[in-house]
């Protein structure tokens, strides 16, 4: 089957091919279970003759049961089985049933059962198959068809009773011929609605799930305005928490007692302050050190920046040159973050 073919059909004709496929697949499952235990999983059911002279049935159906007809009502012969089942083995017979039956498939109501082999035990054709083909005239057919609709419940099955074999169930001839209601068309209905059913529930998910999103996307993108507004608020007060923090960290390292603790212990041993004096918002030291001492290494390593340094001859502060020290003059910042001014740097 080509692809062009497929999208060509209508849906009958899609129909009739899933409703083959089906068939099939339940056919050859149904192959697959041995003969014998396929008949002790079947229900026992009531079997209920028919009367070809009254045109109806010897007693009333009561639940299920199944119609079987007497001997010589149907013809009966057996052909050996082509290497076909199911529901292709039931159109071959109907295609060759002029040959299979004296009145041929027009007169005819035709079918057929694959039967175990008839061959003698000890031949080698025991195993072998043949096929049991019973034909039902017309008229008979159509007068059983009528005793079926008449009666409460449909029998599960029309069987033919074949002498040492299966028997054939002429029913879904019956069913083909137009005699009797197809049953099959209507659960493929029904199957179809149910599939429309569930596809239509998945779409209305999808459709729902996408139709939430939509709704999300559409809150947050409202929600944009105000969440600026947060985030700019946000910034701001980060922003004063530090400058606020680092205000405190200034101050706390600016006062006064803290400043000269730090400083004394600071300071190389030996050294000693003279004067202290704040000088454009940077310390100015002046003191004595005693020969090789580092004054100003020390201060930086304590955390002090240096701006200048020198020995103490040319400031203009008073300083008295003593035989325990060399004088020096130092001009720091207590704060590492500030920038240096120019007038410093000079």
Known sequence: MSSRGLLDADMQTLGGWI??????????????????????????????????????????PRGAWVAVLPEGVALLRRVPLPPVRGREL?????????????????????AGQAQPGSAAPDSAEAQAADLAVAGLPTGLATAIAAAIKAAPREPARLLVKVERGLPIDLLPALRRAGLLPDRSGAALRWWAAVAFLFALNIALLVWRD????????????????????????????????QLAAAALAS????????????????????????RMAWSDGSLRLTGFRPPNADVSGALRHAGFVTVRYGDGASSSSATTATP?????????????ARPVAKTERQ
Not at 251 to 269: C, I, K, T, V
């Open 19 to 60: 409703a083959d496929a089906v068939h099939w697949w339940t056919d050859e499952l149904r192959a697959m279970v041995p003969q014998g235990l396929r008949a002790r999983l079947s229900p026992s059911l009531a079997e209920i003759r028919f009367d070809p002279d009254q045109q109806t049935f010897a007693d009333e």
């Open 90 to 110: 039931q159109r071959l017979i109907e295609l060759d049933a002029d040959r299979l039956m004296p009145f041929g498939g027009g007169a005819m109501i035709v």
């Open 210 to 241: 996408v139709a939430a999103r939509d709704a999300m996307a559409e809150a947050v993108a409202a929600q944009q305005p105000g969440m600026m507004a947060v985030r700019q608020i946000t910034g701001r007060m980060h922003r004063a928490d």
């Open 251 to 274: 101050r706390e390292r600016a006062e006064p007692l803290a400043l000269m603790a730090r400083l004394q212990s600071a300071l190389p041993p030996g050294a000693w302050l003279q």
């Open 324 to 336: 325990l020290g060399q004088p020096f003059e130092i001009i720091v910042r207590t704060d590492p």
